[in-house]
């Protein structure tokens, strides 16, 4: 069987721009800036 691992992930809200990173467990775990995304206020007609 394989390992398995805690992973946490965080999203930052905010009015015109979202974030997403990723952190393992522990002291030592990696921490990933996977992107940012513009919110864009599109009028729906």
């Given at each position: 069987?394989?390992?398995y691992s805690?992973?946490?992930?965080a999203?930052?809200?905010?009015?015109r721009k979202h974030a997403v990173a990723v952190a393992e467990?522990?002291?030592?775990?990696?921490l990933r800036f996977i992107g940012e995304k513009w919110q864009h206020r599109?009028?729906?007609e």
């Amino acid at each position: 069987m394989g390992e398995y691992s805690d992973v946490y992930v965080a999203f930052d809200v905010a009015k015109r721009k979202h974030a997403v990173a990723v952190a393992e467990s522990g002291r030592r775990g990696e921490l990933r800036f996977i992107g940012e995304k513009w919110q864009h206020r599109r009028r729906i007609e």
